[in-house]
Antibody
Framework: QVQLVESGGGLVKPGGSLRLSCEAS????????MAWIRQAPGKGLEWVSY????????FYADSVKGRFTISRDNAKNSLYLHMSSLRAEDSAVYFC???????????????WGQGALVTVAS | DIQMTQSPSSLSASVGDRVTITCRAS??????SHWYQQKPGEAPKLLIS???ILQSGVPSRFSGSGSGTDFTLTISSLQPEDFATYYC?????????FGGGTKVEIK
């Protein structure tokens, strides 16, 4: 079955960096667009970034543009989010998610990881 | 940016009730609206995609409708396991955006 497992979360100081990883299994990873979505404690869902199936096109929320970088390694079935210049407001659970579409249109995130908690505090 | 305005933000209902949650997009998004259910401590689960496509394994008491700017999620007969928070999301363009959520609580 489809499985997404995030790792790399933790406590980091403001201005610091962190890299999240998401290991995928149970499906042909290279066929799907992948995304990171976050949720601050007690808040709603916020899309962070997504990357197309080949890793060529990346898109970001304005709140993270220039600070976060999404990438993927299709040979390793892995998705990454490199986060730098972290701020307190970046504290959240970060979910890795798969979009169900095969084509360029996004058609809903049908598989999610369990989430990785990132806390930015001094 | 496309804003997704969900209403109500919370509701109280009883088992067996019919529940309707609405989502309004700030511009037309065709049918590119999707609905998720999230329970405390869990990842969201996709219920309905492209306005009305019921995902595999999701009970038929869930249904979705709408196009353009107005979308609806309906639970025909609320069950105990349906108490959760529900989110709409648009994928018409970036930035992808979610509604603020609707918390469905037990009356």
């Amino acid at each position: 079955q489809v499985q997404l497992v995030e790792s790399g979360g933790g406590l980091v100081k403001p201005g610091g960096s962190l890299r999240l990883s998401c290991e995928a299994s149970g499906f042909i990873f290279r066929d799907y667009q992948m995304a990171w979505i976050r949720q601050a404690p007690g808040k709603g869902l916020e899309w962070v970034s997504y990357v197309d199936s080949s890793g060529s096109d990346m898109f970001y929320a304005d709140s993270v543009k220039g600070r976060f970088t999404i990438s993927r390694d299709n040979a390793k079935n892995s998705l990454y989010l490199h986060m730098s210049s972290l701020r307190a407001e970046d504290s959240a659970v970060y979910f890795c998610a798969r979009d169900q579409a095969f084509g360029p249109r996004l058609l809903g995130f049908d598989s999610w990881g369990q989430g990785a908690l990132v806390t930015v505090a001094s | 940016d496309i804003q997704m305005t969900q209403s109500p933000s919370s509701l109280s209902a009883s088992v067996g009730d019919r529940v309707t949650i609405t989502c309004r997009a700030s511009q037309s998004i065709s049918r590119l609206s999707h609905w998720y259910q999230q329970k405390p401590g869990e990842a969201p689960k996709l219920l309905i995609s492209s306005a009305s496509i019921l995902q595999s394994g999701v009970p038929s008491r869930f249904s979705g409708s709408g196009s353009g700017t107005d979308f609806t999620l309906t639970i025909s007969s609320l069950q105990p396991e349906d108490f959760a928070t529900y989110y709409c999301q648009q994928s018409y363009n970036t930035p992808l955006t979610f509604g603020g959520g609707t918390k469905v609580e037990i009356k």
